[in-house]
Structure formats: structure tokens, C-alpha cells
């Protein structure tokens, strides 16, 4: 996100913050009800990963969530959310309400695209549960649950990062991260596993040759194994320190983290504007799919 646009890691972490609050001031008030929108596809994964969760739940209790379940109640889950969006229940509290980007920028999904989404979310559920890894799962025993969908962090080069695994377990002697995709596969697919593989070795201190990191692309029914290496690892390590310490670089008092709108740029690659759940904030007057202006003289980073 800062890399891509400054102005949006601004507003998503620092112009949002006490949003949420009913006298907040109308700016972080709009900021945060921004923040918490999601997009179709997103929606998609939130619901299928709720739902494997909760067939990963069933499993550690000693019992079994029937397939059938599973779908509708993801299904159900769909279109729940959906009704929230269509309703504009986000007005009164967007913390918990969706907000579809779809809805809120008056492009809303028409029923022929709905009724190819819904045999997705069901093929994505079926995929998980007639794969070999859910099988595999059944005969985990209680102790080889390590962490499931829990937010948790771990502390490198004196700084706090944050991270979600999908699923930790021991099986066959290894530490074994598997991060569920309903979407394509991406560039920065691995460099999330690497984090991950971070997070292993300071948080249960173990050796990357005592772990095994797993992408599941639901989608295309497809397990990928991500080899992290000692280099790799490094790299990683250097990527995190080097992104903080850019994003700290426009801090107008990193020790107290206090941001000024002004040292977070927009991005000069407006085709990015289009997608962004920032642009009624950019362009007041973009409510829609209009093409925003352009912007002069500003900086974006790569690394």
C-alpha cells in the first residue's frame, strides 16, 4: 500500500484513526468509513475463509462439518453481507457492516455476475474439503493445532510485526503454514509465506529446514509448496526494515508516530485512483467510475 500510494497508507493508518467514534470530527469520520470497504472479490474471501475456519474448528473438536453445510452456510454468509451493503447498514455502524466498493461507488454487480459468483464460493469449499490436506487434517491430534486465523506478532531488528496465518500444524515431524487463496496467483504470494517463515523462526524457533509453506489456490484446485531459503529469509528481513524505516522517513514525529497529510503524497499512477477506496476522499466530486485528474510532482517508491 505505501509503496503504491502514500497518500492512501496515510489515510488507511493514520487520517482514519478515532473514526469509529460517534463525535468524531467528519474527516477521520469519512476516513475510516472508506477504510472499511471491501470489494467483491474480497468479500468472496472473507466468507470462504470464515467458512473453512470453521470446518477447521469442527475438526479440532472431534467432529466433522458436512460439506453440504459448509456451502450454504457460506453461501448464506454471501449474501448476508451483500444485503448489508445493498441496505447501507456501514451508515450506522461500518465497523461491523459490509461496504461493498461495488455498492458505494454506484457499480453494483449485476445478477448475471452473482450467478456465476455463487458456484464459485461453492466450488472453492468443496475444493478444500475433497482435498487430500483436509483428510490429512482428521488425524491431527489436539497438540498439533499451533495457530489458526489469530492475530498474533513477533518483534524484529526492535520493531512489532503483525501477522494472520491461515493455519499452522505439526505434521510428520514439520511445522507446516498453509495460506488459503481464492483469487490468482500473485507476486507477493512468497513474500508473504517468507514473513511467515520470519514469524516461524522467532516465534517457535524453527529451522527452515524443519518447515513447509503451502499456498492453496482454491480456484484453480491447486497446492504450491513455497521454498524459503536462508537468503531468502535475509531478503525478507531487510524488506521489513527497509519499508518501516521509509514509512517512518515521513513521519513529522516518528517517536510519538504522529503523520501530517502533507508528507504522504498521492500516487501519480491514477489508473490506481479507480480502485481505491480512498477517492471520495481525493476527489470529492468522483462518486463514480470518473477518471480522476492527474497529479504533478509526485514520488513513488519501489523496493
Request: with cysteine; proline share 6%; net charge negative.
Amino acid at each position: 500500500m505505501f509503496d503504491a500510494c502514500k497518500r492512501r497508507y496515510y489515510y488507511n493508518y493514520y487520517g482514519s484513526w478515532g473514526g469509529w467514534g460517534k463525535t468524531a470530527d467528519p474527516e477521520p469520520r469519512l476516513l475510516y468509513r472508506l477504510k472499511k470497504i471491501t470489494t467483491l472479490p474480497q468479500l468472496i474471501g472473507t466468507v470462504v475463509h470464515e467458512t473453512i475456519d470453521r470446518a477447521l474448528n469442527a475438526l479440532k473438536s472431534g467432529q466433522e462439518l458436512p460439506v453440504e453445510v459448509a456451502e450454504k452456510s457460506c453461501l448464506k454468509a454471501f449474501d448476508q453481507r451483500l444485503q448489508e451493503s445493498e441496505r447501507g447498514d456501514w451508515k450506522n455502524n461500518p465497523s461491523r457492516a459490509t461496504n461493498l466498493f461495488e455498492h458505494y461507488y454506484d457499480d453494483p454487480p449485476t445478477e448475471a455476475v452473482l450467478r456465476e459468483i455463487r458456484p464459485l464460493i461453492v466450488q472453492h469449499i468443496r475444493t478444500f474439503y475433497t482435498s487430500d490436506l483436509y483428510t490429512s487434517f482428521k488425524a491431527l491430534p489436539a497438540f498439533a493445532w499451533l495457530s489458526q486465523e489469530t492475530l498474533d506478532s513477533f518483534t524484529f531488528g526492535g520493531y512489532t510485526i503483525w501477522v494472520t496465518l491461515d493455519l499452522a500444524v505439526h505434521q510428520n515431524d514439520k511445522l507446516c503454514i498453509y495460506d488459503w487463496k481464492t483469487g490468482s496467483e500473485r507476486t507477493p504470494d512468497k513474500t508473504q509465506l517468507a514473513v511467515y517463515a520470519l514469524y516461524a523462526s522467532k516465534k517457535f524457533h524453527t529451522p527452515l529446514e524443519n518447515l513447509v509453506l503451502t499456498d492453496f489456490y482454491l480456484k484453480d484446485q491447486r497446492l504450491k509448496p513455497v521454498a524459503i531459503d536462508a537468503d531468502t529469509l535475509e531478503a525478507t528481513g531487510h524488506f521489513i526494515l527497509e519499508s518501516i524505516e521509509s514509512m517512518q522517513a515521513r513521519l513529522s514525529n516518528p517517536t510519538a508516530n504522529i503523520a501530517e497529510a502533507d508528507q504522504f503524497p498521492m500516487t501519480d499512477h491514477t489508473t490506481l485512483c479507480k480502485t481505491c477506496p480512498f477517492k471520495a476522499a481525493c476527489y470529492p466530486d468522483t462518486e463514480s467510475e470518473q477518471a480522476p485528474r492527474q497529479e504533478s510532482e509526485q514520488l513513488t517508491l519501489n523496493f
